[in-house]
C-alpha cells in the first residue's frame, strides 16, 4: 500500500466522521428550531430530508427504494475503492477518497435514519439551491479534483499539444 493510498482511505474515514457528526449535531439544533436558523442574507440552516439521490430525484417513500439507491451506492463505492487501490498520484487518492467518504456518510444516512439529512441552504434573490450536506460538499470537491486530475500529463506524458523532449509534434513534419 502505498502513501497515495494511505492518504485518500485516511480521507474517506475523516470525511464519514466529520460527515456523521456535523448530521448528528444539526439533527439537533434544528430539531428545537424547525422554522430553521438564518446565518446570513444568502445561507440558512434547514432541516431536509432526501429520500432520493442529487436534487431528490428518484425521491420515493417506498422502503424498497431505499435500499436499492443504499446496494446501488454501495457497488459504486467498491468500484471507487478498486480505483484508490490502483491510484497512482495524490490529487487522484484525495479526489477518490473525498467522494467514498462522502458517498458513505450518505449510505449511513439511509441505513440508519432512512433518509439523508441535508441541511446547507444557499439562497440569491429568493432562489435557493438545494440544500445539501457535508458528505455532498466532499463528494463535489472530490468530483473536481477528479476534472483537474484528468487534465494533468501523465508521468511521461506530454500536455495535449506539445511534444516530448526529442519526439515531434504530431501536426510536425518528419525529416526526410
Known amino acids: 500500500m502505498t502513501m497515495e493510498h494511505k492518504i485518500g482511505g485516511l480521507l474517506a474515514l475523516l470525511v464519514l466522521a466529520a460527515d456523521q ?64 487501490w490502483r491510484a497512482e498520484g495524490r490529487v487522484l487518492a484525495l479526489a477518490l477518497g473525498g467522494v467514498i467518504g462522502g458517498a458513505l456518510g450518505n449510505i449511513v444516512d439511509r441505513i440508519r435514519l432512512g433518509a439523508v439529512a441535508d441541511f446547507f441552504d444557499f439562497h440569491v434573490a429568493g432562489w435557493h439551491w438545494p440544500a445539501f450536506n457535508f458528505a455532498d460538499g466532499a463528494i463535489v470537491a472530490g468530483v473536481f479534483l477528479l476534472l483537474i486530475d484528468s487534465f494533468r500529463s501523465a508521468p511521461g506524458q506530454s500536455p495535449p499539444g506539445q511534444s516530448a523532449p526529442g519526439k515531434p509534434n504530431s501536426g510536425d513534419s518528419q525529416p526526410n
Request: aromatic share 14%; net charge neutral; proline share 3%.
Open 21 to 84: 457528526l456535523t448530521k448528528d449535531w444539526l439533527i439537533g439544533l434544528l430539531a428545537a428550531n424547525p422554522g430553521g436558523i438564518e446565518l446570513t442574507s444568502f445561507f440558512n440552516l434547514v432541516m431536509v430530508w432526501n429520500r432520493g439521490v442529487s436534487f431528490g430525484l428518484f425521491s420515493s417513500d417506498d422502503p424498497g427504494r431505499r435500499w436499492i439507491l443504499i446496494l446501488v451506492t454501495a457497488a459504486i463505492v467498491l468500484w471507487l475503492m478498486i480505483w484508490l
